[in-house]
Structure formats: C-alpha cells, structure tokens
C-alpha cells in the first residue's frame, strides 16, 4: 500500500503578497441564466460572482435592487432587499411585488465585505418575464389542413401584420408539437436550434421567447414559421409495431406581444391569417436525415408583401392538453466548427472526409457544381478493420441528407432539424473533392464549459477530451446514451452514472434542472421511474412481471434521488432538492411496495450493464454482479440519500420513518448478501465497490470488502465493471487507501480500460470496453456505439484526485470545499480548474528537480480546506512565516497538514526526496 503520495523534506512557501485590492461584482444570473427571456418563476433566484485579488474575502452583507427601469426610480422599484447579513452571493431568491408578465426588470447588487467597510456594486442586469399563465396563450395551435397532414414535406407558414404606431417592445413567445425556426421579415430569430427542445411531451412542452423589437418594420410585417416532426413524430419511425410518438400531426402556437409607446399592449398576430407552402426540405428526420432541393427555395418566403404562389389557409390544431411551461435551460447552439482534416479513398472507392473528431451535428458545405446535381452525404462513427465507411452499428438510423444543389456557387448547403454522429463522411455526387469546402457543425446545448484538466500524459489528455467531446455530442436538450443510432435516448441509468464528471465539466444545474422536471412527469404513479426520459415507450410495454420494462429498474431509476442530490452538492441549490423531493419518496415508495423481508424484489433490471464479460466463457471469467444484490445495494443508497435531503430540508418526521426503513433494509443487505466471513455473494468487483462506496458494511467487513476487491483486480489484472460499477471503482480504492490500485486501472492501456480506446485512436467514449478489438474487428454490430458517455465517469474521480478538487457535504455548492491533490510519481504536472458558482477554484502542480510547485487560487467568499500528505518519516515547514497569516487554521498530524485557506492565490513549493 501507498499511503503517501508524494515525500517532502521540506516545504518552502512563497505567495504573492498582495494591498486589499479592489473588489468587483460580476457574473450576475437570474435563475443561473444570463439576462434571461420569458422566465416565469415567481421568485427567481440572483447570484452573482465577487472578484477581488486580496486574501480571505467574506461577503458580510447584500442589497438587491430590482426596477422595471434602469435607473432603479422610485416608482419603478419591486424590490429593495433592504441590506441583509449573509455571506449567500448565490441562489438568493426573490422577494419583492408580484412581477408582471412580459415585462423587463433590471436588478443590481452592493455587497460588502469583511475586507473593506465601503459596498462594491454589480453592474445593472436584467431579464425578461414571459407569459407567466397559460391563460395568456389565447391563440390557438396552427397547423397544415387534413389533406398535408401525413406529407413528409416541411411546411413554411407565413402571417402578416401591421405596426402603426410607436412601440417600446416587442417579444415573441412561441412553441410547438414538432420542432420550429421562426423568421421575420426575412431574417431567422434567434440562433436556437431544434426548438423547443424534447421534454416529456404529454404533459409539458417549454416555450421559448425571442425579443424581437429590432426586427420589426414600420408598416407590413411577416412572421414566418417552420415546422418539423423532431422528436414529436416519426421520431421512432423504422421501428413499426411500437408506440413511440406523442402525436399524429405536428404543430405551433406563438404570441408576438407588442408594447407602444402610449401605455397599450397588445398580442398582435390573426392567428385567421396564417397560411403555409412547402419549400426545400422534402422529408426530415432526426435519425434519417434530411432531403433538401434548393432550386424550390424561396429566399423572399418570409418577407412581408411577398406573394407565395399555391399557398395554402393553414388549419386550427386540437387544443394541447399539457402544460405549456417555460424554458429553464439553455438551448442547443452551434458551438464548434471543424476543418476537415483528410480526403480517403476507401478501398472499395468511396470518398470520405475524415473530420478527425467523433462529433453531433452536420457538416455543411458549399459546391461550384451545376443546378440539379444531386449530393448525398452519409455518416459514421468510424472506418471497419479493412478501412471501409461502418455504418452497421447506426442499426436503422440512416443518418443521410441528400441536397440537390441549386448552381448557387455562394449557398452554403445544411440541414435543419436533423443531427447526425460522425466523424466520417462520404460523399456521393461530387466527383473533385475539396475538402476546405465542407465543414463540421458541432451542435449541442449552450452550456457553459466549467472544468478544465490537462496532465503530463497525453494519453490521459486525450481521454479528458475524450470525455468532454462525449457530453458535448450527447446532450442535446436531454442527456442522452447515444447521438447516432436508432437510438439517442434519455436513459436514466447512463445519466446519473455521468452526471458527476458531467457537473465538472460543464454547468449542467438548467439542464438537469428541467430533465427531472421531465422525469418527474414521466414517473408512473406507483412511483416506478422509467429508463428513459422522456418517456415514448421504446421499450415494449409489458415485461414479465405486468409492469411496464422500462419502469422502476435499478441503477436507472435511481437517477430520481443520486442526480438531485448530487446537484445540491455541486450547485448548491436546495430548490432542485425540494422541487424533486416527492419523486424521490414515490421512487423510494416503490422500491418498499415491492419488498418482501425489505429485500426489493422486482426481477427485471438491467443489471451492471456492459460488465467485462468473456464469449466463450466455459471457465466462468465473466464479472457476473447479482441483479438481486445491486438492486438491494441501490435501494439502501437511494434511501440514504432520500434521508439526507430530508435532513436539509428539515423534513422531520421523514428524517425518522425513512432512518427506520434504512436500518432495516440495511440489515436485509447484510443478512441476503454477506456471508458469515464477510464474501460478497457475488464475489465481483461491482459488489465490492457498491457495498462499500454505499458504506453498507460493517467495519469489519469493510476491510475484508477492500481486500478482496484488490484480490480480484489482481486475479483478473483489471477492471471488471459495467455501467454501475464503474463511477465508484476508483473512488472506492482511493478512499479506502488504494491510489496506487486506481492509478494503476486508470493509466492501463490494454483491453479492458479507460486508455485502451484511447491507444485505439477514440476521440469520444466507447459504449463498450472492446467496442473495437485488439485486432480492428467489432464485436455486437447493432450495439456497439462510439460515443456514449458512461465510462467517462471516470471523469469526475479525476478532478477529484489529479486535480484534488472534492466536494464537501456540509457546505455544498462549494462555499467550502477540500483541495486534496495525489502529487502520484506517474505524472510531472497536473493542471485543473473549476468554475464554482462562487468563481473559479484552480489547482496546478509540477515536478521539477526534485520539488513540487503548488499553485491554488480559492474564490471569494469561500474557503478550502487543503489536505497534503506527508512522509512518515519527517515533516515539512512552512517556508514562507508570511503565509502563515493568511492560512485560517492548521494542524497537523503524523500523516497530513491540514490548512484551511480563505479566498485567494497561494502559491507553495515543496522539497521532495
Ligand atoms: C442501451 C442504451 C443505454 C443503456 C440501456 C440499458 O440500449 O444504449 O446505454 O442504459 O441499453
């Protein structure tokens, strides 16, 4: 065993000594949202981010300000916090009048500090309120008429109308059954893609809201709409025989809400006036693709005045019976675009471009050749052993768009309401291939990238990226297990798996924030939770037991009570916890209902999915974890956490009746799985690893746990894991003493582990540990994606470790938190950040002749308590007496130094043996 990590003789210290600088108030978000439009919550919540330079900032005290003008004037004011002692800089809710529906409100903050008794202010921020009720949608959903209701044609629906007179605002709510992109007068609104993003369509579609003040015209006006099936219709198309969609015809409803000048405001558009014409998009289809002709685009289609020949009167839709909800996150975007990196010449002679980057979107392109000429471009994830373009594992998703050209030599050719995972393109119908003409669209939701890593091994680089580019490619509205086969689904179990490393990387708090929204909905009223969200009965309805196959299976369902909780860790807001809590108890409800002696009994789970497993295995190497143990192992975790956000919410008697089911659940795991010399029932790795990452033994048992873990690493020489296992493989070894164990799994590179589809040329997560083998073939061709983000959970242990960034339970959202870094001797320097909500915490440290350099910066109004090993063999010394004033406290021990640190930059160098 490796208790100690790195070995110091001596630790010298330095740090920039720094005046009290000036403190500035920035990042100000509504709701976590920058200058939001069309947000109804009632009572929003403010944060804000304190930027000072100077060492251990508290903020003592706020005041909010919110006006609907920008001078914050007497009679404009809704809320004057008054100045309130707090040292809360996020999530502080709104508590002023009732705000009103379509309507800007400006706020700002002052903060004080313990540093300087003078109050830094914020600039001036806003956002934007929507319709608030749905009485305010008084239009009725559009649509084509009976005859075009089954045509695979995108329609384009126009309206006109008039401004006359002077006006001081102007939004646009709007939504639809189908996906939109609405224009005016000839301009596209908005940059959002695949609007209004996929949620639990039978119970509540989002509505977005576009200010669209500067695009209006004195006089004739044309708002124009176009509409496809998305994920409403045809999603699932290739597969008959299941019910998948949520409806028969696809559909739009929209209020353009104008202010003027003289006090009036008014919705503006005749919903009697819409009419509609098909245009260049033929047939649309999220996992097909999308067939375009140019030669029928109408550029004028949306401008007002224009005449559209054959134009049809558009039909008033059924009434839809769900809620019409407003949007929480943020919408999916172009974020990247990509070069094309190589022209190949198969050897059967197709011509593809290699992007160099397994990515979601598109590519678009433009081309000199003539009108009429027919292009087709088709996507995969990869090239099959002998060089060939392998599309077998897309199953029945043709990810193919074919435009036929219009002679336009400055068109820029693309699809619309389609997506398509690829890194390999070939193309058909253009014999001289430049490739500086085509390029990748890389699409997803418009998160903000919060983490950062980079190491001295480039191969662990890679798989950092690896892993980012994986939660790029699949998160798309919804956090889905795959973006290219007939597939792409919200699975629950692959979501809670990822969402730690996920919250790492990227500010996922909306995204989740409306997914359990989702997931909420879609939970059966037994409480069951199905494995995907949203829900469209991809699985078949019926399993063995009568209840539904995809609902209430272990590991997936628990994405009700393991990502709301983990959310409250890393974002800090307790409304995510009390927004889901009743889910979490229905879900936890369920799990009861179906005991018997407090063992869950439902049969059907889908176990510790993807687990090393052999083909012929007639001597039994296969990791085989118990679905029966799992499913007891998850029920105690899922209700420890239950008890847990019962605790913060101060749910009293919860707290006592589900500490009592613990108890004795937790004794039914012992009794059922843990034999009398503490061996697991099923002496795997995923058993060892749950047990004691869940803390569901007895000391004594805890170590024997430990043991045999390693024993089994050791007797098979990997990891055995599958998709539940494998988040907490690693953190159960660095926890109980094993970094060198985890170190060791982590920088493998054969078959099966994280680097071996790293030395395999991946560029994105694997579904599978041998998605390609050893000798390039593939294994299990309709199920073996390139991108599919579970084993990247890995991700998060990373941060963790490398970086040393943990989080600390009893102050979530990192108000405080631990810096505890491996220093490990395979690698020179480590380099990681991370984007707090209170700002940035960054931790970089290198080797260099025989010392270590170590550089942490804390944000303001937080602390962190920074734990470094020491040698048994001696201690080190603080250098630097001058750093000793800014350490808060220290102690010190046999094995650590333990210092927690105010906000500020420290940098330390240590003397290493
Ligand atoms: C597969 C999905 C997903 C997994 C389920 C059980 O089809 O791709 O990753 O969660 O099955």
Redesign the pocket.
């Known amino acids: 065993m490796r208790r100690f990590l790195f070995t110091t003789l001596t630790l010298l210290i330095c740090f920039f000594s720094v005046n009290a600088q000036k403190t500035t108030i920035t990042n100000l978000e509504v709701d976590k949202l920058i200058s939001p439009l069309g947000l109804d919550n009632k009572n929003p919540d403010f944060s804000w981010i304190i930027k000072s330079e100077d060492y251990d900032v508290v903020q003592t005290h706020y005041q909010i300000f919110v006006a609907t003008d920008e001078i914050f004037s007497k009679n404009s004011l809704v809320w004057d916090s008054g100045k309130v002692s707090s040292d809360e800089s996020v999530y502080v809710n709104y508590l002023g009048k009732e705000l009103a529906y379509d309507t800007q409100y400006f706020w700002t903050v002052k903060v004080w500090t313990n540093k300087s008794k003078r109050s830094s202010q914020s600039k001036v921020s806003s956002w934007k309120t929507g319709l608030m009720d749905n009485q305010n949608w008084k239009s009725n959903w559009i649509t084509v008429n009976n005859e075009d209701m089954t045509s695979p044609k995108i329609p384009y629906f126009i309206n006109d109308f008039r401004v006359d007179s002077k006006i001081i605002s102007a939004n646009l709510y709007i939504t639809s059954r189908g996906v939109y992109e609405a224009h005016i007068n000839g301009k596209r609104i908005g940059d959002a893609i695949l609007t209004p993003g996929w949620t639990s369509y039978s119970n509540r579609i989002q509505y977005q809201a576009y200010d669209v003040m500067e695009m209006l015209l004195t006089g004739e006006n044309r708002i124009g709409v176009i509409l496809a099936d998305g994920w409403y219709r045809n999603f699932r198309q290739n597969r008959k025989n299941r019910i998948v969609d949520y409806g028969e015809r696809t559909s739009f409803i929209s209020e353009l809400i104008i202010s003027y000048e003289d006090g009036r405001k008014e919705s503006i558009i005749d919903e009697k006036n819409w009419s509609y014409n098909f245009g260049p998009i033929l047939s649309s289809s999220i996992y097909n693709g999308e067939s375009v002709d140019m030669n029928l685009k109408n550029s004028k289609w949306s401008f007002p005045g224009h005449k559209n020949k054959n134009s049809k009167k558009a039909k008033t839709a059924s009434r839809y019976k769900g809620f019409i909800d407003y949007t929480r996150n943020e919408m999916i975007k172009k974020r990247e675009v990509l070069s094309a990196k190589e022209l190949i010449i198969t050897p059967s002679g197709d011509k593809v471009i290699d992007f160099g980057q397994n990515l979601v979107g598109w590519v678009k392109f433009k081309s000199a050749l003539p009108k009429g000429t027919e292009v087709k471009l088709y996507h995969a994830e990869v090239l099959d052993k002998k060089g060939e373009f392998y599309t077998t594992n897309l199953r029945k998703a043709e990810q193919k768009n074919t435009f036929i050209l219009n002679g336009d030599e400055d068109q820029i050719y693309e699809p619309v309401f389609t997506f398509q995972g690829f890194r390999y393109l070939k193309i058909e119908g253009i014999d001289k291939i430049n490739i500086k003409d085509f390029k990748a669209v890389a699409i997803y939701s418009d998160m903000e990238f919060t983490g950062q890593l980079t190491t001295s091994n480039k191969l662990i680089n890679q798989l950092q990226q690896n892993i980012q580019w994986g939660q790029r490619g699949n998160f798309l509205d919804v956090p889905t297990?795959?973006p290219q086969r007939d597939?792409r689904l919200g699975?629950t179990?692959?979501a809670q798996a990822f969402f730690n490393t996920a919250g790492f990387n990227m500010d996922v708090k909306n995204f989740f924030d409306k997914w359990l929204i989702d997931l909420t909905y879609d939970q059966r009223s037994d409480g069951a939770v199905p494995?995907v969200v949203p829900h469209n009965n991809y699985l078949g309805p019926n399993d063995s037991e009568g209840l539904e196959g995809n609902f209430g299976r272990t590991g997936?369902a628990d994405a009700a009570t393991i990502i709301p909780w983990n959310s409250f860790l890393i974002y800090g807001d307790k409304e995510t916890l009390e927004r889901q809590y009743l889910s979490m108890k229905k879900w936890i409800g369920f799990m009861t209902k179906n005991s018997i002696n407090n063992l869950f009994q439902k049969r059907d789970h889908?176990g510790d999915?993807l687990f090393f497993s052999r083909d012929d295995d007639n001597s039994g190497v296969s990791a085989v974890t118990s679905k029966k143990l799992i499913a007891q192992a998850f029920y105690c975790y899922s209700t420890k956490l239950l008890i847990k956000a019962a605790k913060v919410l101060d749910y009293k008697d919860d707290l006592k009746v589900y500490s009592e089911l613990y108890q004795k659940i937790l004794k039914a795991f012992n009794d059922e799985f843990v034999t009398k010399n503490g061996m697991l029932i099923s002496d795997s790795q995923t058993s060892y690893v749950l047990a004691l990452q869940f803390d569901l033994l007895s000391k004594k048992n805890r170590e024997i746990a430990v043991e045999r873990l390693i024993d089994n690493i050791n007797d098979y020489g990997h990891l055995t894991t599958g998709?539940l296992g494998t988040p907490f493989l690693c953190h159960v070894l660095s926890d109980n003493g094993k970094h060198a164990k985890a170190i060791e799994l982590l920088l493998r590179k054969e078959y099966p582990s994280w680097l071996y589809p790293v030395t395999k040329g991946a560029t994105t997560i694997w579904?599978r540990w041998n998605g390609i083998k050893p000798d390039g073939s593939f294994q299990y061709p309709s199920?073996n994606?390139f991108n599919?983000y579970?084993y990247g959970a890995i991700g998060e242990w990373m941060y963790a470790n490398l970086m040393g960034l943990k989080i600390n339970e009893n102050y979530p959202g990192f108000k405080r938190f631990t810096i505890k870094p491996l220093f490990d001797k395979n690698f020179v320097n480590i380099d990681g950040s991370f984007k707090s909500s209170y700002g940035k915490i960054a931790v970089a440290w290198s080797r260099k002749n025989g010392k270590l350099q170590l550089t942490i910066e804390i944000p303001a109004n937080t602390s962190s308590d920074v734990i470094l090993n020491k040698p048994s063999d001696g201690s080190w010394k603080l250098e630097n007496p001058k750093l000793i004033s800014k350490i808060l406290s220290k102690e010190e021990n046999k094995q650590k130094t333990l210092l927690l640190l105010g906000s500020g930059k420290y940098n330390f160098s240590f003397v290493a043996n």
Do not use: K, R
Request: charged share 25%; with cysteine.
């Open positions: 297990d795959c597939e699975w179990g692959d494995g997936w889908w999915w998709f579904e199920m994606s599919h579970a």
